[in-house]
């Protein structure tokens, strides 16, 4: 072949390779939902509609993660994690093996499911590696969370049920208009209804229950006949 | 003679559904702040006396169920107690419960008397704070009662709403009973015993009568509609028996009791109160 062939010849391949290169659509996809999870089928026996996504989208119920929704949500909008998105949330930690979750993670530790429902860490994060929230197969992943963890114990659990806060950032921090702003304003909003209410409310039976009071102690001091000049205040 | 003559002022409906709900108010506080605390000793403790934390939450449960079940019949009640002819008039009439342009006048002339500038107001039948009760348990039920009832099912809720707005829900069930119970242990409780004429207990929600005596300085233009209307000598009635007397106060102190010992709970443990 000639040089110039040779050229011709090598470009024609480089551009049939790229041609080859395109991954075809089906290749992107992961998962055919029956083979993928079919252990996890086989031990539970439902899940499988849950695959990846919701099958319906109802209006007004968007998952994080997963799809677009209308009132805005994004748990660590206003903090860049970086371990997000490791397979062992801990790798290279010093002296993780001998410590406890919650020395090291102090305010998740404090939640209903720990507290009162006797739930430990490891029945919804798993055993060792611990996987990131984030990380593409952790079974806390947005989109097969509500089927591989809430589920074991809420029967039935879907998408929508899943985006329920399990660790849920403090209402009033600033931190949390960001991430969570309904429960942020609703927080402000029963805070001033409360505070309003006793406010008002204790002021006036103060000032109310003393000034009768304070009557009731004039008017023994007094005659009966100065009694009638004084009707104004006889309540 | 003229001391002793009754009026009524709360029919035996009214006076049930008010014994009816100090109950359950009553064992949903306990229950529930047992559960809100149970972090603590004082919570763990609580929870105990009803057997174990599921019989709490069981309790706690039934017994909001039953709450809202009586408020649909009050609201039932209610809806027969208006008639219908002429709504207008009966809605906004001063033995309606339905606030009134009046009431914010009252309101007016109560702190221009607190501060010494004029006479009390002339108050009707139901006085401006007295409504304010009302409603304030009308729409913290419902409220109370939809926030406790998605949290009794949160999987089946969050087939209508997204699963974050059980969070909110939470929020909202936790702050409403707080304000519920600070406002019925502080403010209900004081005005119904600690006022002159009124301590040691302001009997008529038990007794359903008043003494006419006083109604004369509490509520004079409601005595003054009534002599009006030819009516006065309709609504006497005779006063409560002795041994319903003792029952009722016993009762009532047995309440006062568990309600400010609550209260003393919540501001001794106002630290451990977990919002989420």
Known sequence: MSAKGRVIFSLALLCLSLLVAVPAPAQEEVTSSIRRYREREASTGYYEEYEVKPRRVRPFVGVPGVGRKPFPYSPGAAEIRTRTYLADSHRGLEFYAMRRCEDCHVAEAKHSHTVRGNVTCRQCHGGEPIASINHYFSPLNPIRRHAYVCAKCHEGANASFATFMVHEPPAAAAATRKTFPSLYYTNWFMYLLIVGVMGFFILHSLVWISKEFYHQVMEKKRKPEDERKDQNSAL | ?276
């Open chain 2, 1 to 276: 003679m003229r001391e002793k003559t009754r009026i009524l002022r709360f029919s035996v409906f009214d006076r049930l559904f008010h014994l009816f709900i100090m109950v359950t108010f009553l064992i949903q506080a306990v229950t529930g702040m047992g559960r809100l605390l149970y972090a603590t000793t004082w919570g763990k403790w609580v929870v105990g006396l009803f057997g174990s934390y599921e019989t709490a939450t069981a309790i706690h449960n039934t017994v909001g169920i039953l709450m809202m079940i009586a408020f649909a019949v009050h609201i039932v009640y209610v809806l027969f107690k208006v008639e219908w002819r002429t709504p207008g008039k009966r809605l906004f009439h001063p033995d309606s419960l339905v606030p009134r342009f009046q009431d914010v006048v009252h309101l007016g002339q109560k702190i221009r008397w607190f501060l010494g500038l004029g006479p009390p107001p002339q108050f009707d039948r139901w006085t401006y704070w007295e409504k304010f009760d009302y409603w304030a348990v009308f729409w913290g039920l419902p409220l109370l009662g939809v926030t406790g009832l998605v949290l009794m099912y949160p999987v089946g809720a969050s087939r209508y709403m997204p699963g974050w707005s059980l969070n909110v829900m939470l929020l909202l069930h936790r702050a409403e009973a707080l304000l519920a119970m600070l406002y019925i242990f502080i403010i209900h409780f004081s005005i119904g015993h600690l006022r002159r004429g009124m301590f040691p207990m302001n009997e008529c929600m038990f007794a359903g009568s008043v003494e006419l005596e006083k109604e004369l300085k509490e509520k004079p233009a409601w005595i003054a509609r009534l002599q009006e209307d030819g009516r006065l000598e309709e609504v006497m009635v005779p006063g409560p028996p002795t041994w319903y007397r003792v029952m009722y106060f016993v009762f009532g102190y047995a309440v006062l009791t568990v309600g400010i010992y609550l209260l003393i709970v919540i501001i001794n443990y106002r630290n451990y109160i977990e919002w989420h």
